[in-house]
Each structure stands twice: as structure tokens, then as C-alpha cells.
């Protein structure tokens, strides 16, 4: 099979890449060179028809990941201009490519914060920010696109925080930060974190790839058992070697915090690794049930345990910190 990986020069999509050629016939669309598979990459951007239909020729499957994703990116018309109209050039494009087939990386963030249950994939969805609205669009888009022909199929994938080796996302920050004396525990820690290993999400694209299915699937993926923060926290500074008691301050006072750090931020154009929207996050509880992910027949190589520990003794090569 021909995959065609758009926005594949990043976390996800090299790693993706890796996994990939073993089995199949590879190729990656990006704004961006890529370090470790330049020689399988093209550049192109995901709003741009006319060089997406060049270089999809030929294309089994397309893997879509180009996205805009970050907290604070200004202004939001560009979470649309990327993720939406991504969406719609990605799919037009197929159409004169000839190309049936999609995964298309979306996210849990569709659903909102703070739920009282753990949403499945036919919870209504209440995207809570600019990405989330902006990705459940682009959803939309390619639900429609699915069903106008019987076949073609689509696969959305909605995965927690995803996490693992040379990621700097959110996990590695709080990795980061508890590797130093200075780390603060905000709340009591009893809302509930699903994470995804990157490990265990390319196998979960392979084997979505070795059973394609028409029409339009959507699943969640985030790796079990869910801790809870403070269990996340117990546990990586455990392995970082944290034995000194971690300073705890209420959410309330950090958010306050927050607010006044997103005010000097403002007033300096400049954009601080802490902010309310991050603390906010930090708190909230971010659980979703995977059930359907697990009836599709996959199980994950790795343990969440021991996805944390390989990141850990990855990053911070087994150094203690006290």
C-alpha cells in the first residue's frame, strides 16, 4: 500500500514513518524538511489544492496530521485557515487523485473539559476552544466527503495527550518541571488524566491500516489504566528520583497566577511556558472510554507505566534529582 502522510515531519508523523516502511511504500507532504525521513518528504502545504493533487498521485491512503495545535497561537482565524481549509483542500484533492481512503488525526479536545463521564465516540461534542471547534469542523467536512460515495472510508482518530521520546509537548513539560527542585503541585490531584505513548498510537494506525473498512469510523485512542494526577506525579517523580516532599499550592492562587502572567504576556508580546489556559488544563479531568479502540482487536505493546518509564529513561538518561 502507497501512504501518503501530510504534515508528517513532526512527533506523530516520523515516528509513523518509521513503523510504516517496514511494511509499506511511504511518502510525506510538509511545509518542513524532515530530520530523520527527508528522503520520503515533499514539500507542500496542506492548504494548497493544486500541489497536494501533484503529489498524491498514486496514493493508496492518505494520513492526514497537518494541523495548527498550539495553546496560543494569534490569531485564531489561523486554527481555521490550517485545520478547516486544510480539510477541504486535503479532500479535494483526493477526489482528483483518485484517493479513497483517509486517517485523519483529529482530538479528544472536540468533546470539552471537565465531563462528568468519560465520553465514547457518540458523545455530543462541545469543543471548549478555537483547535477543538476547528478540528470537530474539519470532522464534519470529511464525514460529508465519506458518505457522498460508498467507497470511500475514513478513520478519525481522537487521541488524549499524546507523549513518548524527543516529544516536548505537555508530558515532557511536567517531566521537565519535576526533574527540578522548583516543581509546584496545583490542587489535590484527583482529576483523572488518559494519555496516549506514541509508541503504542503508530501500531494503532498500523493496525487500522491492515483493516480498512468502508464508511466512516471515529475512535478515541488514550492508553489504560488512567491515573490521576497526583498518581502521575507520585509516579514520575519516583522515577526521576524525587525524594524531597513536593510543594502543593490551591488552583485557585495559580490560576490567579496564571491570569497575571497571560496580562504581562499581552502587554510584553512575549508568551510564558505557564498560563491560565495550561493551569486549567492541569486540573481538569480528561478521561475517555476507549472500549471501541479495544473492540477493533488492537492491543498496545506498551503498559502506560512503562511507556513513562521508557520517556523518562529516555529524556533524562536515569539522572537523580533531589
Known amino acids: 500500500m502507497r501512504c501518503t502522510l501530510i504534515g508528517g515531519s513532526g512527533f506523530i508523523g516520523t515516528r509513523l514513518i518509521g513503523r510504516l516502511r517496514a511494511t509499506h511504500d511511504v511518502r510525506n507532504i510538509d511545509l518542513r524538511h524532515s530530520q530523520a525521513y527527508d528522503d520520503c518528504t515533499a514539500i507542500g502545504d496542506v492548504r494548497d489544492e493544486a500541489r497536494l493533487t501533484e503529489l498524491l498521485q498514486g496514493t493508496d491512503t492518505v494520513i492526514l496530521l497537518a494541523a495548527e495545535h498550539h495553546d496560543n497561537v494569534t490569531p485564531h482565524s489561523l486554527y481555521y485557515d490550517v485545520n478547516v481549509n486544510g480539510m477541504k483542500a486535503t479532500l ?16 479528544v479536545a472536540v468533546y470539552g473539559l471537565n465531563l462528568t463521564a468519560a465520553p465514547d465516540e457518540k458523545t455530543p461534542c462541545h469543543p471548549f476552544n478555537h483547535y477543538g471547534r476547528s478540528k470537530y469542523e474539519a470532522e464534519q467536512l470529511l464525514e460529508k466527503w465519506t458518505a457522498a460515495r460508498p467507497d470511500r ?24 518541571q519535576l526533574a527540578s527542585p522548583y516543581f509546584m503541585m496545583i490542587g489535590k490531584g484527583r482529576n483523572k488524566k488518559s494519555m496516549a505513548y506514541v509508541g503504542n498510537i503508530v501500531e494503532f494506525v498500523s493496525h487500522l491500516l491492515d483493516n480498512v473498512t468502508e464508511g466512516y469510523q471515529v475512535f478515541n485512542y488514550a492508553d489504560s489504566p488512567d491515573l490521576t494526577m497526583r498518581q502521575l506525579v507520585d509516579f514520575a517523580a519516583e522515577a526521576l528520583g524525587r525524594t524531597s516532599r513536593l510543594l502543593t499550592i490551591p488552583r485557585w492562587l495559580a490560576l490567579a497566577g496564571g491570569h497575571v502572567l497571560d496580562t504581562v504576556a499581552t502587554l510584553m508580546g512575549r508568551k510564558f511556558p505557564i498560563s491560565a489556559v495550561r493551569i486549567r488544563k492541569f486540573c481538569a479531568t480528561t478521561r475517555y472510554d476507549t472500549t471501541k479502540a479495544a473492540r477493533s482487536g488492537f492491543t498496545a505493546p506498551f503498559s502506560l507505566r512503562e511507556s513513562l518509564q521508557r520517556t523518562i529513561a529516555y529524556e533524562f538518561g536515569g539522572q537523580k534529582t533531589n
Open 153 to 176: 472510508s475514513a478513520c478519525v482518530i481522537r487521541p488524549s495527550v499524546v507523549f513518548g521520546e524527543d516529544n516536548r509537548g505537555n508530558v515532557y513539560n511536567l517531566l521537565h
Open 92 to 107: 479535494a484533492a483526493m477526489e482528483k487523485a483518485g484517493v479513497r481512503h483517509i486517517v485523519f488525526f483529529s482530538t
